[in-house]
């Protein structure tokens, strides 16, 4: 049982550059998220997923896109990569809140990304 | 969505008890506390959730007082494995919600 796996786990482009980060989970979860952390700032959501085929967007969703078309897998895309999106990327997984209250995230390790 | 205060930092010492309180006013109804954990270079992991009173794990205690304003995580005997960023979360259990995590407690413990 992996969990929620994020591929890759660094990466570094130059300004303009694309990317898709991958994000797959092998526990049935309906819901995922992708959060960007940067120093002293904690995790931020950039946009999530309730269920296959559906994405929302979260606190800072510019420049980022998504896509759910599998239950297990949620992709961030970057079109053209700029040096503010330079940071830590994780994903994370859960139950929905109104099945079962204790609907904690499970998160992958992280991908760190720089762009120069 | 209910926000969340805590201190942005704390030092122990190995072996002492930490207790990390966390401010939540606005708290609905039908919401629940819930304490991550995370360490450098990895993501969050969940610790330990509760609704009134208290509750205790393997890993930590947290206490809820009667008005569920505010929430203290307690770990007892901390050890220099538990230097961590804490975060505190308020989540709905009804309907959609959305996990948003502030900036955490940073709790160094030293030898």
């Known amino acids: 049982n992996a969990g929620v796996t994020q591929t890759p786990k660094f990466r570094v482009l130059k300004t303009g550059q694309s990317m898709t980060l991958l994000c797959a989970q092998d526990?049935?979860?309906?819901?995922m998220y992708w959060y960007r952390q940067d120093p002293g700032m904690g995790l931020r959501l950039i946009h999530y997923s309730v269920g296959e085929g559906t994405t929302a967007k979260g606190e800072v969703p510019d420049g980022y896109n998504v896509s759910r078309l599998k239950k297990q897998n949620f992709l961030l895309g970057l079109e053209s990569a700029a040096p503010s999106q330079t940071s830590v990327y994780f994903c994370?997984?859960?139950?929905?809140?109104?099945?079962?209250?204790?609907?904690?995230?499970?998160f992958g390790n992280g991908t760190r990304l720089t762009v120069t | 969505l209910a926000k969340t205060t805590q201190p942005i930092s704390m030092d122990s010492y190995e072996g002492q008890e930490v207790n990390i309180t966390c401010s939540h006013n606005n708290i609905a109804t039908n919401d629940y506390i819930t304490w991550y954990q995370q360490f450098p270079s990895q993501g969050p992991r969940f610790i330990i959730q509760g609704y009134k009173t208290k509750v205790t794990n393997e890993v930590a205690s947290l206490f809820i007082p009667a008005d569920r304003k505010s929430s203290t995580l307690s770990l007892p005997r901390v050890s220099l494995s538990d230097t961590a960023v804490y975060y505190c979360?308020?989540?709905?259990?009804?309907?959609?919600?959305?996990?948003?995590f502030g900036r955490g407690t940073s709790l160094i413990v030293h030898p």
């Open positions: 994370a997984s859960s139950y929905p809140a109104g099945l079962m209250n204790n609907s904690p995230l499970h």
């Open positions: 526990m049935n979860h309906e819901y």
């Open positions: 979360l308020v989540v709905g259990s009804g309907g959609s919600y959305i996990p948003t």
